[in-house]
């Protein structure tokens, strides 16, 4: 935490920073916690040899767990040494924030030794509070005084020589007033002061050598002050300065020549939040002793190769969030043995390579949020053997740093290191809404290619939209597939899956059939608003016409869908931008061309023809309502229409549910926007899905027709059925009856005597 955010932005900023600690002694407990870091960095990497390339050790046990396992939130090893020390502490202003929170203030006694103080203030010891009390002015104290807080007041000019008379004063609290005005002189006498906050005010510039008596001053803070400029003798007297804040002071530029000429022990400052446009090294050559510098969100452009050359003590550095567009191979060079973290994040750089980072062989931190790396290598971070944290625009990007203990970030909101489907519910999802969608559209077209149709053409439209919205099964089907195929180690496996012909195959099925899906159910809404709202006319395709359109609609789909696979220097890799292959959310680094190509089709094609939709159905709702009024004989109609109505409503908001979203996400990515990798997930895998799972149900098996059809199939199959079985009944008992006829034996009295060979009528 820097120490700016714990003091420069609150209203109890004196609270924390009145420590009575001496600054020596805080300087040398940074010192040994420096040592300590990197005792214990060379003691890791005398462990490390025992884990293999991608693994970190339990501690001090054998056991080794892959990157992923650790700093996940979850207890691995034994001992949980996987989730010790995963806060990314390098640098001194982590290591100082620290040191100041962890150390608690001496007990105060009640006693005031002040004679004079304001009766609205408080006093202990000689120390006066002053906070939210209404003061205009300067109060008059005793001359003891060593600690006076005026915050949040309407304190709007200090005149010379306001303090002149509190030569004791350590620490003085001028934040979070009105001041608009400060003399030349106004803190002459405050020989023994040590912290000054003037932040939270209204000073528009100041004079040179303002702070020329504060010999002994050791923290400046100027933070929110409108100060457009500074002249290099501003600081004239500051010989003790070691930390300075000027964040959000609206600061074009530094002083020339050299911005530390008259602060020689400048430790730490930070200049984030101003419109600096140039930084040299004529600037910050007599910097020496500056261990922090902090330049993050301000509009440098450039940086030259000697700009760090005399920072020899510089342990951490923030340029993020700049204008840099390029860095030489030797901008760091100078900083090889003293700097733990680098910043250099949200930057539009053109390039980065190897060379960038071979010098940093003590690096501890490297934040590389927001920036492209065109032909990121292994290479490219082997050098930084300490190196414990590392930020990356994309999970993918991990990798490449298989000896960095902890990655960030470690998921996309739809992929994550271990898995191409970051959680459970995604995982299950996919296989259950491709088995609904796949089984849902197929037993349609086997049920309208058995039932008799009313309108055969109608039928063959809603068979081909029943085709088309299977392709988006199979595509679920793939991705559910390939996710079980890279379980566990998907991030080995991420760019080589992204930039694959299978990625692009599924990318380019996912596109067909959304694509398709929707110019279809473009024209069936056309057709149905022709026959209900012009019922007479004779505007009907025919056969032929029909062919014609439904070809048309599957070669516009398949050109729409193959023509980012035509170029790749134009489009890029359209469909592999992440691990489901599906070109939805745009991003800053996405080319232009795929960019524009991509919006043209979500919120140009898409949505126009979601309106066309939304626009028929109501005018159809509109005329079966108004037919209803007018027809009193055809009132006993009215439920019908009543179901027709609700089939209207569900379809088109089957059609907003899906479409409403993806039309949300891409409007929010265009105007860049961050959009939770989480959205994303959800939209692909449940939203983007919902038409061609619904379309089956809403456009087939709740029409009375179909339903009348299925009735009449039923109760044919259940007649033959019957049938059958009397006939195999009947069968049966004609078989027994001859069967019994032909085993019948009558009794002997019963039987013909032959008289023949009997002896008695020989």
């Given at each position: 935490m820097d120490l700016w955010h714990i003091n420069g932005r609150s209203s109890s900023a004196g609270t924390v920073l009145t420590l009575p600690m001496d600054l020596c002694?805080?300087?040398?407990?940074?010192?040994?916690?420096?040592?300590?870091?990197?005792?214990?960095?060379?003691?890791?990497?005398?462990?490390?040899?025992?884990?293999?390339?991608?693994?970190?050790?339990?501690?001090?046990?054998?056991?080794?767990?892959?990157?992923?396992?650790?700093?996940?939130?979850?207890?691995?090893?034994?001992?949980?040494?996987?989730?010790?020390?995963?806060?990314?502490?390098?640098?001194?202003?982590?290591?100082?924030?620290?040191?100041?929170?962890?150390?608690?203030?001496?007990?105060?006694?009640?006693?005031?030794?002040?004679?004079?103080?304001?009766?609205?203030?408080?006093?202990?010891?000689?120390?006066?509070?002053?906070?939210?009390?209404?003061?205009?002015?300067?109060?008059?104290?005793?001359?003891?005084?060593?600690?006076?807080?005026?915050?949040?007041?309407?304190?709007?000019?200090?005149?010379?020589?306001?303090?002149?008379?509190?030569?004791?004063?350590?620490?003085?609290?001028?934040?979070?007033?009105?001041?608009?005005?400060?003399?030349?002189?106004?803190?002459?006498?405050?020989?023994?002061?040590?912290?000054?906050?003037?932040?939270?005010?209204?000073?528009?510039?100041?004079?040179?050598?303002?702070?020329?008596?504060?010999?002994?001053?050791?923290?400046?803070?100027?933070?929110?002050?409108?100060?457009?400029?500074?002249?290099?003798?501003?600081?004239?007297?500051?010989?003790?300065?070691?930390?300075?804040?000027?964040?959000?002071?609206?600061?074009?530029?530094?002083?020339?020549?050299?911005?530390?000429?008259?602060?020689?022990?400048?430790?730490?400052?930070?200049?984030?939040?101003?419109?600096?446009?140039?930084?040299?090294?004529?600037?910050?050559?007599?910097?020496?002793?500056?261990?922090?510098?902090?330049?993050?969100?301000?509009?440098?452009?450039?940086?030259?190769?000697?700009?760090?050359?005399?920072?020899?003590?510089?342990?951490?550095?923030?340029?993020?969030?700049?204008?840099?567009?390029?860095?030489?191979?030797?901008?760091?060079?100078?900083?090889?043995?003293?700097?733990?973290?680098?910043?250099?994040?949200?930057?539009?750089?053109?390039?980065?390579?190897?060379?960038?980072?071979?010098?940093?062989?003590?690096?501890?931190?490297?934040?590389?949020?927001?920036?492209?790396?065109?032909?990121?290598?292994?290479?490219?971070?082997?050098?930084?053997?300490?190196?414990?944290?590392?930020?990356?625009?994309?999970?993918?990007?991990?990798?490449?740093?298989?000896?960095?203990?902890?990655?960030?970030?470690?998921?996309d909101g739809i992929s994550s290191f271990e898995n191409l489907l970051a959680n459970m519910v995604l995982r299950v999802s996919v296989w259950v809404i491709a088995f609904v969608t796949c089984f849902g559209n197929l037993l349609v077209i086997g049920m309208r290619s058995l039932i008799r149709a009313e309108n055969n053409l109608h039928a063959a439209c809603i068979k081909v939209l029943c085709c088309a919205d299977c392709l988006m099964g199979v595509y679920l089907f793939f991705v559910g597939i390939f996710d079980v195929k890279f379980r566990g180690q998907y991030n080995r496996n991420a760019l080589i899956w992204m930039e694959s012909i299978e990625c692009r195959t599924i990318g380019f099925l996912a596109m067909l059939s959304s694509e398709v899906s929707v110019l279809l159910l473009t024209y069936l809404t056309l057709e149905k608003f022709l026959v209900i709202v012009f019922p007479f006319s004779n505007m009907r395709p025919g056969k032929l016409q029909t062919g014609v359109v439904l070809s048309s609609i599957w070669l516009t789909g398949f050109i729409i869908a193959a023509v980012p696979l035509m170029n790749e220097e134009i489009f890029g890799n359209y469909y592999g931008r992440n691990g489901v292959c599906f070109p939805l959310h745009s991003e800053s680094q996405e080319k232009p061309t795929a960019k524009g190509y991509s919006t043209g089709i979500f919120l140009g094609l898409n949505l126009v023809a979601f309106l066309m939709i939304l626009c028929c159905y109501s005018s159809m709702f509109y005329s079966i309502y108004k037919t209803g009024i007018n027809a009193t004989d055809l009132r006993s109609r009215l439920h019908k229409d009543v179901a027709v109505a609700n089939r209207f409503f569900f379809i088109v908001f089957s059609d907003a549910l899906c479409w409403i979203p993806i039309f949300l996400v891409k409007v929010l990515s265009i105007l860049e926007v961050e959009i939770p990798g989480t959205i994303s997930s959800w939209v692909v895998i449940f939203i983007l899905p919902i038409n061609s799972a619904l379309n089956p149900i809403l456009y087939t098996l709740t029409t009375s027709f179909f339903r009348e059809q299925v009735e009449v199939l039923l109760c044919r199959w259940q007649r033959r059925h019957t049938l059958k079985k009397d006939r195999k009944s009947l069968t049966s008992s004609t078989i027994f009856m001859e069967t019994s006829r032909g085993s019948y034996q009558p009794p002997a009295y019963l039987q013909p005597v032959s008289l023949t060979g009997d002896p008695r009528y020989a």
């Open positions: 002694i805080v300087v040398l407990l940074m010192h040994l916690m420096h040592a300590g870091t990197k005792a214990l960095a060379l003691g890791r990497e005398d462990v490390d040899i025992l884990c293999p390339l991608g693994q970190f050790p339990c501690g001090n046990m054998s056991e080794c767990l892959p990157q992923a396992l650790h700093c996940n939130g979850h207890k691995d090893c034994p001992n949980s040494a996987d989730e010790q020390h995963c806060g990314d502490n390098a640098g001194w202003a982590d290591l100082f924030g620290q040191t100041v929170q962890n150390t608690s203030p001496v007990d105060y006694y009640p006693e005031c030794l002040l004679q004079e103080y304001p009766e609205s203030c408080e006093c202990t010891l000689t120390e006066v509070m002053c906070v939210r009390v209404g003061l205009q002015d300067v109060p008059q104290v005793s001359s003891n005084i060593t600690w006076l807080s005026l915050r949040s007041n309407t304190i709007r000019r200090l005149p010379d020589y306001v303090f002149s008379e509190y030569s004791e004063l350590e620490r003085l609290f001028l934040q979070n007033n009105s001041l608009q005005l400060i003399s030349k002189n106004a803190f002459s006498g405050l020989y023994n002061l040590k912290r000054l906050f003037l932040n939270e005010n209204l000073i528009p510039s100041l004079s040179p050598g303002v702070f020329k008596e504060l010999h002994q001053l050791e923290w400046l803070m100027l933070d929110h002050n409108p100060l457009n400029s500074l002249s290099p003798d501003t600081f004239l007297g500051l010989r003790s300065l070691v930390y300075l804040s000027m964040v959000d002071t609206s600061l074009k530029q530094l002083p020339h020549p050299s911005f530390c000429q008259h602060m020689p022990s400048l430790d730490w400052l930070d200049l984030e939040g101003n419109q600096i446009q140039t930084l040299n090294y004529s600037i910050l050559k007599t910097c020496s002793k500056l261990e922090v510098l902090l330049l993050m969100d301000n509009k440098i452009n450039s940086v030259p190769e000697n700009t760090f050359q005399s920072l020899w003590k510089l342990a951490e550095l923030n340029l993020s969030s700049n204008r840099i567009r390029e860095l030489s191979k030797n901008t760091f060079k100078n900083l090889s043995r003293s700097l733990l973290k680098l910043n250099i994040s949200h930057n539009p750089l053109l390039c980065i390579n190897s060379g960038h980072f071979n010098h940093l062989t003590h690096l501890q931190s490297l934040a590389l949020e927001g920036i492209e790396i065109q032909n990121i290598q292994t290479k490219m971070f082997l050098p930084m053997k300490n190196l414990s944290h590392i930020y990356f625009k994309t999970f993918q990007y991990c990798s490449y740093a298989p000896h960095v203990r902890s990655c960030k970030p470690n998921t």
